[in-house]
Each structure stands twice: as C-alpha cells, then as structure tokens.
C-alpha cells in the first residue's frame, strides 16, 4: 500500500493462494482503505510439473531447476516460448473441497483447467524448433527484400489478408485471457504461409518484387515478440513500431559510415611514406624525424574519430549488433 496506494490494478500469485490468503488479503485491504474494489483483477497461475511427476514444482519438495542450471542447457528464449505456448492459467486444477470452501464463502473460483504444465526436453526442444523457424523465415524474408533470393512472383493479396487476420486473431487471443498460445499458433500461421511464397527458382523472371508486405509482415512479427521480450537475429533492434526491414538498410549504411571514418583516421599522409634521401649521416635526423612527427600529430588529431568509432561499436552492441 505504501507503493502502490489505495488500488491495485493487477493482482498476480498461484492458484494455491486464491483462497483463502488472496480472500483474506482483499478484506484486510479493503477494510484499511475504507473502499469497495481494492484489486481491479486477479491472475492466477498454474502450476509447473516436471513432466512425468504429478507434484508441482517446488523449492520444499527440491524438484526444481535453478535458473543457473537451465541456463547451461537452454536459453531464455526457449523458456520464453515454452512458456508462451500455454495459458499463464494452465494446471490449475479444481478440487471438490476447495469448490465448497469458496461455495460457503461465497468466493468465486474460475473454470480451471486439469492439464499442468509439463516442463521436459522435449518441450524445450519444440520451443527451440519453434524460434528458429521464425529466425529462419525473417532471415529467408529480409533475402527476399535485398534481392538475395529469387523467388516466383508473390500473391501480396493473399499475405495481405493474413497479415490482417492474425492481427485480429492475435488481438482477440489477448483479449481472452491472455490466451498466448493461440497468439503464438496465429504468428506461426502466418509464417508458413509467408514461407509458401519464399521458394527459391534459379532463373529471375524480371517480376516486380513484393517488399513491401514482406517488410511488414517482419516489422508485425519482430514487434509481437520484441513486445514479450523476445528479439531475433544479431540485428534485431527492440524498438516498438517502425519498418525493420527499413531499419535493417539503416543500420548496413551506419556500419558502412563508421568503416570509412576509422580508415580514414588511421590513414597515413602521403608525404609520410617519402623519406628524403640524404648521402651521408650528418643531419640526416631532421629529414627522418620530420614525418615522423607529422605522423604523430595527425594521429593525435584523428584520436577522437576512432574514440568515437569504438564507442559505436560498443553502443551497437547492448543491441545485438556486433562489428567484427
């Protein structure tokens, strides 16, 4: 209350505290408070099993997996997906006391599923398959986009009218529940058939190419998953809105832009490399020694270019984009 005031807008925790600590939690808060809807909505999540057990997964019963652990094996992406993949609101599962318990204290109880989460390799292996199936469309479109891959000409009617149909179908899951997996199975709908018309033919019929539903279709996918917390590719940039594909160009021109700056700032003068010849030893430092200083003030001069070219360098870097 100290933080977050007289109203919650969210409420978050299992489904084991729904009642009676979520119950009592409301009253004490509503009481303090003197008013009559403390929280807006309760979230309640299931729970996750290891695949095989029927117990939750549980620091008291040590049949969890640190962070740290799952780390060496998988990646946050693969738990990411793995998780979208299943309502926030699976395995919880309604029990007949607990019914009567929340019936006598007039507590309502939502309509719970009996499917848990099953937490196994296999299912981190569907989750992988599933991201590099869309790392590998986005590569295979932005080709498309350059013109590094031929394809036949594309009916953009036809991706236009899935790219509106997942929006609305991406919008409606969202709005039921936070229903992820049925967002997620729209994405994927969308890919495949984005993939249908990404066939590779040897011989370029001279056809216009079809970018700019392309672009789009990259810029709505990369902007769902940025959304969750999810990039893909070492050029993917989290920004929300905008064309990728476009950014994508942006980006090859800045790197073009700073390989030119550091050349030039690590170029030697001309006159550097022409030693005046001289016949004997006697003065013969001042000739060498001339250039040789030359040199060192211009490199001095040009120090703040390649300042400047590594500190792109690392700034391009805390997003993904690595200059080798």
């Known amino acids: 209350s100290a933080v977050f005031g007289k109203q919650l807008d969210i409420h978050t925790g299992g489904i084991d505290l729904a009642f009676p600590h979520h119950e009592n939690e409301i009253a004490q808060c509503e009481v303090y408070h003197q008013c009559e ?3 807006n909505y309760f979230l309640h999540s299931g729970h996750l099993h290891v695949k095989g057990s029927q117990e939750k997964m549980s620091k008291s019963l040590k049949n969890y997996i640190t962070i740290k652990d799952f780390l060496k094996k998988f990646s ?12 926030y609101s699976s395995g919880k599962e309604k029990k007949p006391l607990f019914v009567e318990i929340c019936k006598a204290f007039h507590a309502p109880f939502p309509s719970w599923r009996r499917r848990a989460i099953e937490f196994s390799d296999e299912s981190m292996d569907d989750a992988k398959h599933l991201l590099q199936a869309i790392s590998s469309f986005i590569r295979d479109a932005n080709a498309y986009i350059k013109g590094q891959l031929v394809c036949d000409p594309v009916r953009e009617d036809i991706l236009w009218e899935r790219l509106a149909n997942t929006k609305v179908t991406v919008k409606a899951a969202f709005a039921d529940d936070f229903d992820t997996s049925r967002a997620v199975a729209a994405i994927m709908d969308l890919i495949h058939h984005g993939n249908r018309q990404l066939k590779a033919v040897t011989k370029d019929a001279g056809s216009p190419r079809s970018s700019v539903v392309y672009g789009s279709i990259i810029s709505y996918i990369e902007g769902f998953f940025n959304a969750l917390g999810m990039s893909f590719g070492e050029r993917q940039v ?17 790197v073009r832009f700073r390989a030119k700056v550091r050349h030039y700032a690590l170029a030697l003068p001309g006159e550097a490399a022409e030693a005046v010849p001289v016949e004997s ?36 870097a805390a997003f993904g984009i690595h200059i080798k």
């Open 37 to 39: 809807q403390w929280g």
């Open 238 to 254: 989290a920004l929300g809105g905008g064309d990728s594909a476009v950014l994508s160009n942006v980006i090859d021109e800045l």
């Open 281 to 316: 030893t006697v003065g013969a430092e001042g000739p060498k020694q001339e250039p040789r200083e030359k040199r060192q003030q211009l490199m001095q001069e040009r120090k703040p270019l390649l300042e400047a070219c590594d500190s792109l360098r690392g700034d391009l």
């Open 76 to 87: 946050s992406d693969q738990f990411r997906m793995f998780c979208l993949r299943s309502r």
